[in-house]
């Protein structure tokens, strides 16, 4: 693997400079602005580590998408991807502990689950594949969107588990998988639109997906304890 080649499968980028993706590295900051919330509002409310933690995971986010869109190599293709989906795999064992009232045993074994299907999906679209030296990187099936597919079906499931079984934030994870649902729509169609809108809509993406982040991380500082699972996530509830 050449981690010092080139990445190019994005519409903005028509060049290998650093600021070759202005739009797509600075719409990263609403990751940013999401994870500020956020401690804004577990500081107010006394969260744990483990919410501080994902808090901070969510800012890594964005620092790993601005990387990968500045310097767009191998190596900080990874830089992105990884806070990516250690941020999800927190996410998921958090909520389900904390709002779903399952098991740490059960959650392990889902995750276990739900890696093995990104692996197949990721290795079946070809994301993640590094280019032959000196050649850029042609658009994947979905334009890579695939390999979304997993957290997008999770985030689903979790809201219609939530609305059946009436969980006061119910609204607020809806709100989040309609926002995620957009932005995979914007993510796949970045190259198709490059004819009409040379800036792609790929910061678009960066955008919602803040948005999304923000909604789950405010989510879990507002939710209630399971019941019978022991204490909320924070002493001070929303009344």
């Given at each position: 693997?050449?981690?010092?080649?080139?990445?190019?499968i994005y519409c903005e980028?028509?060049?290998?400079?650093?600021?070759?993706?202005?739009?797509?590295?600075?719409?990263?900051?609403?990751?940013?602005?999401?994870?500020?919330?956020?401690?804004?509002?577990?500081?107010?409310?006394?969260?744990?580590?483990?919410?501080?933690?994902?808090?901070?995971?969510?800012?890594?986010?964005?620092?790993?998408?601005?990387?990968?869109?500045?310097?767009?190599?191998?190596?900080?293709?990874?830089?992105?991807?990884?806070?990516?989906?250690?941020?999800?795999?927190?996410?998921?064992?958090?909520?389900?502990?904390?709002?779903?009232?399952?098991?740490?045993?059960?959650?392990?074994?889902?995750?276990?689950?739900?890696?093995?299907?990104?692996?197949?999906?990721?290795?079946?679209?070809?994301?993640?594949?590094?280019?032959?030296?000196?050649?850029?990187?042609?658009?994947?099936?979905?334009?890579?969107?695939?390999?979304?597919?997993?957290?997008?079906?999770?985030?689903?499931?979790?809201?219609?588990?939530?609305?059946?079984?009436?969980?006061?934030?119910?609204?607020?994870?809806?709100?989040?998988?309609?926002?995620?649902?957009?932005?995979?729509?914007?993510?796949?169609?970045d190259m198709a639109v490059?004819?009409?809108?040379?800036?792609?809509?790929?910061?678009?993406?960066?955008?919602?997906?803040?948005?999304?982040?923000?909604?789950?991380?405010?989510?879990?500082?507002?939710?209630?304890?399971?019941?019978?699972r022991g204490p909320s996530?924070?002493?001070?509830?929303?009344?």
């Amino acid at each position: 693997m050449d981690w010092l080649a080139s990445v190019d499968i994005y519409c903005e980028r028509v060049g290998l400079g650093f600021w070759a993706e202005p739009f797509n590295a600075l719409s990263n900051l609403s990751f940013i602005i999401a994870a500020l919330w956020a401690a804004i509002e577990a500081r107010k409310r006394g969260a744990d580590g483990a919410i501080w933690l994902l808090i901070g995971m969510a800012g890594l986010i964005g620092v790993g998408s601005f990387t990968f869109h500045t310097f767009a190599k191998t190596w900080s293709e990874y830089a992105d991807t990884i806070p990516i989906w250690s941020f999800v795999a927190m996410f998921v064992f958090i909520a389900m502990a904390r709002v779903g009232g399952v098991r740490p045993g059960r959650i392990g074994a889902i995750a276990l689950g739900v890696a093995a299907v990104v692996v197949v999906i990721t290795l079946a679209s070809g994301e993640g594949v590094a280019p032959a030296p000196g050649t850029l990187n042609e658009p994947e099936f979905l334009n890579g969107s695939a390999q979304y597919a997993p957290a997008w079906i999770a985030l689903l499931v979790f809201s219609v588990l939530s609305w059946r079984r009436k969980h006061p934030m119910w609204p607020w994870i809806w709100a989040a998988t309609a926002v995620f649902s957009l932005s995979l729509v914007f993510r796949t169609v970045d190259m198709a639109v490059c004819p009409i809108f040379p800036v792609g809509s790929h910061f678009v993406w960066h955008l919602l997906n803040g948005a999304m982040i923000a909604l789950l991380l405010q989510m879990l500082l507002r939710a209630p304890a399971p019941i019978g699972r022991g204490p909320s996530v924070h002493p001070h509830r929303e009344k």
